[in-house]
């Protein structure tokens, strides 16, 4: 029933006005799968290569559609990302394209799940999911790779650890993403959005700090549970491997200095969560940073695992971080993203499903946590391709999928 018979790719808009791959898959059934491959912009050196979206399809149509059509089950997830892995013959989807692999990946698990006719969460993650859903972070203030002059820290993410419900997580993130502008607004500070709808002050981390830390605290009496506060410093693009500095615009860190900062700013803000503090390529100082706070903090890497296993077993080995960040097209397949989730979660590291700075409509990575039990998700707080997900949270929640 869920032999594939037809796969479509074709560019549409992301959110940032980029094309992008979209991919539609058929089984004999009539069963039906359509996905997106999101796009970053502050991506890791080691992730699967994105290929534009027009070299990407022509190759997947020529290598990689021949092996599904007629051959693979969208059913058996394995077997068509491994057909996948067959077409490309890289190691890196360098010849499809990770944008291709992922569309295609996405699109068949939903075919196969529109095949059963139970929904993706439950396809993927079996029939006992669907009880527990992640803490959302949202992104309410940014800058770095997302946004011109905003701060250096890319991303200053609210953690709404006490909520009662995924609703009232969602909402509370929204509600604090308002009361930042609020803040900006009693301060004079005008200013626009970055490329996933977190204001974009132009004011420095220290001031951010306060803003949001503020914010927090008002809806947090408000709401009545407790909201803590996270960020994803993106570490590599701060870092200038020429003078082994982190290049803030008021000053430079050394490692050791990165490190203590990171450190000072977890204690005093208690922050719950830090993504990528430390450039991607030093395992050592993720390693000293995580003996420091990681008993208090989540330490996650982002840029440093690329949703890659090989990686993640280096990081296993090495103490480097307690959690992954998970991006589907950092590695090309949802098979390898759920390889890297149980691969985590068996050695202690938590994974956080990610979206990507340019996204779609797509709502997968929903799912994906939900199918994997992911204590977080990470995919905005505000703006259409980012509510998308959150708002399928709150159907799968509502069983309404
Ligand atoms: C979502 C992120 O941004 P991008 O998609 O630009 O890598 C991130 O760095 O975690
Ligand atoms: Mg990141």
């Known amino acids: 029933m869920t032999l594939i018979t037809d796969v479509r790719l074709r560019r549409i808009l992301d959110s940032r006005g980029n094309p992008t791959v979209e991919a539609d898959v058929v089984t004999e059934s009539g069963g039906f799968g359509r996905a997106a491959a999101p796009s970053g912009a502050s991506t890791g050196e080691y992730e699967a290569v994105e290929r534009p979206p027009s ?14 059509v007629g051959e693979a089950y969208a059913g058996n997830q394995r077997e068509v990302d491994a057909a996948l892995h067959a077409a490309d013959g890289t190691d890196d989807f360098s010849e499809i394209g990770a944008n291709s692999a ?5 699109a068949a698990a939903k075919a196969g799940a529109d095949v059963l006719g139970a929904p993706l969460f439950q396809h993927l993650g079996g029939a006992f999911r669907g009880q527990n859903f992640p803490i959302p972070l949202g992104n309410v203030v940014g800058g770095g790779e997302h946004a011109a002059d905003a701060t250096d820290i890319q991303e200053f993410l609210v953690a709404p650890v006490g909520a009662p419900s995924v609703e009232d997580a969602v909402f509370a993130n929204a509600t604090v993403h308002g009361t930042v502008a609020d803040l900006l607004e009693e301060r004079d500070v005008p200013c626009g959005k970055g490329d996933e709808g977190a204001w974009a002050p132009s004011i420095d981390d220290s001031e951010a700090f306060e803003i949001v830390d503020e914010a927090v605290s008002i809806v947090q009496d408000e709401v009545g549970f407790n909201i803590g506060f996270g960020l994803d410093v993106a570490g590599a693009e701060l870092y200038d491997s020429e003078t082994g500095t982190y290049e803030y615009s008021d000053r430079s860190r050394d490692t050791d200095e990165q490190i203590e900062y990171i450190a000072e700013l977890v204690r005093e803000y208690d922050l719950v969560y830090v993504e990528d503090p430390l450039d991607e390529d030093d395992y050592d100082a993720f390693a000293d940073l995580t003996d420091e706070v990681g008993d ?11 949703t890659n296993t090989d990686r993640l077993v280096e990081g296993i080995d090495r103490g480097a971080a307690n959690s992954i960040l998970i991006k589907p097209n950092q590695i090309g397949t949802l098979t390898d993203a759920f390889d890297a989730i149980e691969l985590a979660t068996q050695n202690g590291y938590d994974p956080v499903i990610s979206h990507r700075s340019g996204e779609t409509e797509d709502t ?5 946590a939900v199918a994997t039990d992911a204590p977080f998700i990470k995919t905005g707080a505000v703006g259409g391709e980012r509510t998308a997900k959150l708002n399928e949270l709150i159907r799968i929640a509502d069983d309404a999928t």
């Open 364 to 368: 997968t990575i929903a799912h994906l």
């Open 102 to 106: 992922v569309a295609i990946s996405m």
């Open 296 to 306: 208090q903090t989540l330490i996650c890497g982002d840029d440093l695992f690329v």
């Open 55 to 68: 070299e990407a399809i022509a190759a997947a149509r020529e290598e990689a559609v021949p092996r599904l």
